[in-house]
């Protein structure tokens, strides 16, 4: 009898023991989609930046490198969709876990488009650096750089299931679209007052759009993480 209780002892401890290196090694990769998840928004936020500097630099150089770094964001969303599917396949992850993975393959796929946008604005860039530029740039950069933060605080709301901040974030993508349509404006003006000035004025209007579209991606992080921490859909519905 003593024997017997000492073998399942031994049994208890060891299944113990299993089970939490299971769930170690679980978390571990949780936390490792969840670095490769800010390690790609890190790279797509650089690039807002740096396609926009291109622009108020004249520098094409930089633009090309700009380009480059799309090839680096879209490694990165291999590398997560594989993992994102193996932790699936493994581990069958059920309620909030489940809600993690699912919204993550989506997230890599706006952070990919995003990295898309910056790469068609690198190309615009590159146009309008062979002709004389068409006026200061105030209002873009700051659109760049509103949507960069929306980027950034989306996934840091993502990252630490934040709910108040991705709010924040769907809140501010109304400031983003009042400053697109006011450059859209002027840049119409422009066209009308100036016709040799439309060919320019159009690439410019193309970036504001590129940008505004980026903060709507940014928007669609917010609102997943909305989900993820309330099961609450609220795409296509008001926030406020």
Known sequence: MLRKAVDEKFITWGYQMEREHIIKQYDEELNEIRARILEMGGKVETMISNSIKALVDRDSELADRTLLSDHEVNHLEVLIDEK?????????????????????????????????????????VKELNEEPPLKPYIDLPR???????????SLDAFVRGDEVLAMQVCDNDRFVDDLNIQIQRELLTFMMEDPPTITRALKLNYISKYLERIADHATNVAEMVIFMVKGKDIRHTSVS
């Open 143 to 153: 659109l760049a750089e509103s949507a960069a933060r929306m980027v950034r605080e």
């Open 84 to 124: 994102c599917l193996e932790v699936l396949a493994r581990r069958q992850p059920t309620a909030r876990d489940l809600r993690f993975i699912t919204l993550a393959l989506k997230i890599v796929t706006d952070l990919e488009r995003i990295g898309d946008q910056c790469g068609s604005i690198c190309n615009r």
